[in-house]
T-cell receptor, first 114, second 118 residues
């Protein structure tokens, strides 16, 4: 069935360093890949997303890259700050309709050490 | 932006009782609502997809009779955990996307409900 693998499960970086989280999806029909940030006890918040017709997207300190051939996509956070500490989830979906479900990765707990 | 209001934020109930969780889309019409379950330090597991005016579609392994979903209007979907047991204790969260959202806007999540069954 559809599956999204996410690595690493935990990641600790020094403040100011970069963090990279990687995801692999199984369904080649997937064409939409959002990333969510979830702080403890709170709702997931969309931080960036990418469609399959784009290889890279950047928003200030956050960027996402997509390799359709390898079915990989990655989240890059530069100049990390303590407030970036949270759990990050990748997801894969297909279609543009709001009826398509997301398959979430297992999450990465990022700790930014001051 | 799109807002999904979820209530209650937490609930403690006795084993054998039923609990209803509500999700309302406040400023948009949610044709589809997704219901997730999240165990501590784990990912979001999709339980079911509810479409307004029709029966919900449940993921494999999710008991339809235990997790009753109703999506009677474009702004309200409910999840009722029937005859709750301690193993049903979890964080339940809904998400939705409306008619006019841009394709790349992603789904909006409710604030979640922490259910504890004692």
């Amino acid at each position: 069935g559809e599956n999204v693998e996410q690595h690493p499960s935990t990641l600790s970086v020094q403040e100011g360093d970069s963090a990279v989280i990687k995801c692999t999806y199984s369904d080649s029909a997937s064409n939409y890949f959002p990333w969510y940030k979830q702080e403890l006890g709170k709702r997931p918040q969309l931080i960036i997303d990418i469609r399959s017709n784009v290889g890279e997207k950047k928003d200030q300190r956050i960027a996402v890259t997509l390799n359709k051939t390898a079915k990989h996509f990655s989240l890059h956070i530069t100049e990390t700050q303590p407030e970036d500490s949270a759990v990050y989830f990748c997801a894969a979906s297909k279609g543009t309709s709001g009826t398509y479900k997301y398959i979430f990765g297992t999450g990465t707990r990022l700790k930014v050490l001051a | 932006g799109a807002v999904v209001s979820q209530h209650p934020s937490w609930v403690i109930c006795k084993s054998g009782t039923s609990v209803k969780i509500e999700c309302r889309s406040l400023d948009f019409q949610a044709t589809t609502m997704f219901w997730y379950r999240q165990f501590p330090k784990q990912s979001l597991m999709l339980m079911a997809t509810s479409n307004e005016g029709s029966k919900a579609t449940y993921e494999q392994g999710v008991e339809k009779d235990k997790f009753l979903i109703n999506h009677a209007s474009l702004t309200l979907s409910t999840l009722t955990v029937t005859s709750a047991h301690p193993e049903d204790s979890s964080f339940y969260i809904c998400s939705a996307r409306g008619f006019e959202d841009r394709p790349s806007s992603g789904y909006t999540f409710g604030s979640g409900t922490r259910l504890t069954v004692v």
